[in-house]
């Protein structure tokens, strides 16, 4: 089969790869129909997250139909048509009874890696490095998905794959971000970021009761669709230079917004001199993130507010004021989404015609344009707001929007 | 070892509590003492079953070719370096087996004679099924020099320890162990394979599957808050994985 392969910091091939075998016996092999590059992505691209090894398969972000099913697996079919969520979970163990599903203890092959990192190991992600566990991922014409009673969500109508495939992460991303966020009726909240999750994320904050949410980004597409499809007041942090945390201030009464989800991560963009100290020490390995994003949003949140961080961190953090989240009395929430929770109501939204999440879609795009698009979509380059990837599609790039 | 059960209702003050008493974790000459924790969910007879079933035990602990039952208590050991296939023998011996408490054996020959492993099982005071703790005590013939490479080549023991347990509540709790080998992969080159073994990804994961054990022998799924199974009257031969890979890894560090 045809797969997309990490080879190294800033390379994406295509290589022809064996076809995945069923392994364990609650695994499926799964024939993709619709596959898409993640902000997460970004990091591995960027070297950012450590232990890649050149020939992992990327891609956490994938639906299609079930090919083959192993011998203990009673809930799926050959034939069903399924949403994959990106993290896999046992669905057995104290963390997953919790509903902490992307805390799952027993799906990390590599867990000693990660206790040696972080003290306890995460539950392991599909196609996201070796530290969460060595997954092949989904950006390939077929993928093993390990624990199949447990994760997949069927779909059982006719509805187009864009509309649902987004439940695989981004969509369940932004709706625990604005979860997160401890959301009051009629709160104002503040959304940095308007890539995918943030999108998400401001979308989500109204379906929890938000008053108002005002978003930051820099590029027009993406302050658009905020705006226009997720309802924001929107603000663009290069136009001419405004101090965010005024801006925020003045937007929220005097007293800062209620919740703030960081929905950047730790490749944010940034101007000022201590984003410019962050890019020096990450390029030497002083630091391994960019908290830029961070700061702004520990200054600007109001007293006692909450922070909500969606977008990823991988290691340590230079410069943060945590003596101002001490003296607010911030509350912080954070991590990789509990997937497996979210899919059942968040695909009922969708039914109900509340939101139709293909509405950020850019581009559809066949297997051979990924390696480039991969570059387009880092630089944030012709107006990309979301890339869908038909595996089976040799090559064409179709852009949706104007 | 839990100090205090689990209490619900008005807490009064003084009110006793415990002080903490280190598990062994130490290294002096050829001894390796180490020791692993989990909370498992399963009652602790599940577990004592699970753990002393003979024909699982290559399933779950690593480097484990195969064990006979030798005699009333008995066991004969092969074992093998999943890295260099170097085999080693040996054969062990069952000290205590109380169900749903203690297990304690002993390697009677080979290098590592006179290691013995300690399973002690105690039910979670707040219902999470059973605080599983191993303690293994080995001799390693090299000592800590041997100990040293084998953590930059293989595994060190102590972290066999864990990963002996931690496979042993991922096959009990989920039915499987989870691994990645055999999955397709694009041209890893020098750099990858470098990093496979860096990262330990050269140690075969055991192949345990509910599969391939008698459902009598598994737990059922979602017992968290589930009463007790029946309790197994006749108790298996245990092992001395533990000890074994220990052993093989030690004796055999550097030639990966
Ligand atoms: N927690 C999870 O489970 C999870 C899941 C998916 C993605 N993520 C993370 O969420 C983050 C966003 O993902 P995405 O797909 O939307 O990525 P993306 O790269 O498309 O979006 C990031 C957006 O942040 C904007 N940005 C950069 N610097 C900024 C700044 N200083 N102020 C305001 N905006 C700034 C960029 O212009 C861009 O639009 C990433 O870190 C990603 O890894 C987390
Ligand atoms: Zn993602
Ligand atoms: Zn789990």
Known sequence: MKAICWMGTGKVEVHTVDDPQIINPSDAIIRVTRTAICGSDLHLFDGYIPTMESGDILGHEFMGIVEEVGSSVTKLKRGDRVVIPFTIACGNCFFCHKDLWSLCDNTNPNARVCESMYGYSGSALFGYSHIYGGFAGGQAQYVRVPFADVGPIKIESDIDDEKVLFLSDIYPTGYQA????????????????????????????????????????????????????????????????????????????????????????????????????????????????????LRQAIQAVRKGGTLSIPGVYGGDLDKLNFGAAFGKGLTMKMGQTNMHKYLKPLLDRVYAGQIDPSFLISHRIGMEDVPQMYKTWRDKKDGVTKVVIDPFRESGIEKLRA | MAESAFQTGEVRFPKTGGTWTPLPNDTSGNKVRSHAVQTINATPEQIFNVYSRIELLPTWQEGVVSVEETGANTLHW????????????????????????????????????????????????????????????????????????????????????????????????????????????????????????????????????????????????????????????????IALPILVGTVIWASVSGDD
């Open chain 1, 178 to 293: 604005a979860e997160n966020a401890n959301i009051q009726p009629g709160d104002t909240v503040a959304v940095f970021g308007c890539g995918p999750v943030g999108l998400f994320a401001i979308a989500s904050a109204y379906m929890l009761g938000a008053g108002r949410v005002i978003a930051i980004d820099r590029f027009p597409e993406r302050l658009a669709l905020a705006r226009d499809y997720c309802g924001a007041t929107v603000i663009d942090y290069t136009d001419g230079n405004p101090s965010i945390v005024e801006a925020l201030r003045d937007l929220s009464n005097g007293i800062g917004p209620d919740s703030i989800i960081d929905a950047v991560g730790m490749e944010a963009h940034g101007v000022d001199a201590a984003a410019i100290y962050d890019k020096i020490d990450q390029a030497l390995m002083m630091e391994t993130d960019r908290p830029t994003v």
């Open chain 2, 78 to 237: 092969k074992m093998e370096d999943p890295g260099t296939r170097a085999p080693v023998e040996f054969d062990s011996e069952i000290l205590e087996a109380e169900q749903g408490k203690r297990h304690v054996s002993r390697i009677t020959s080979g290098p590592s004679a006179g290691s013995t492993v300690i399973l002690s099982l105690e039910p979670h005071p707040a219902g999470r099924g059973t605080m599983a703790t191993m303690i293994t005590d080995a001799t390693v013939p090299g000592g800590w020099l041997t100990n040293a490479i084998t953590a930059v080549v293989s595994r060190r023991p102590q972290q066999i320890t864990t990963e002996n347990l931690r496979h042993l509540k991922e096959l009990i709790e989920s039915g499987e162990i989870p691994t990645v080998e055999g999955q397709p992969a694009g041209r890893r080159g020098i750099s990858g394979k470098l990093k496979q073994i860096l990262l330990g990804e050269n140690m075969p994961t055991p192949p345990g599957t509910r599969e391939n054990a008698r459902p009598e022998d598994m737990p059922t799924r979602n017992l968290l808050g589930s009463t007790p199974s029946k309790t197994l009257t006749t108790i298996g031969l």
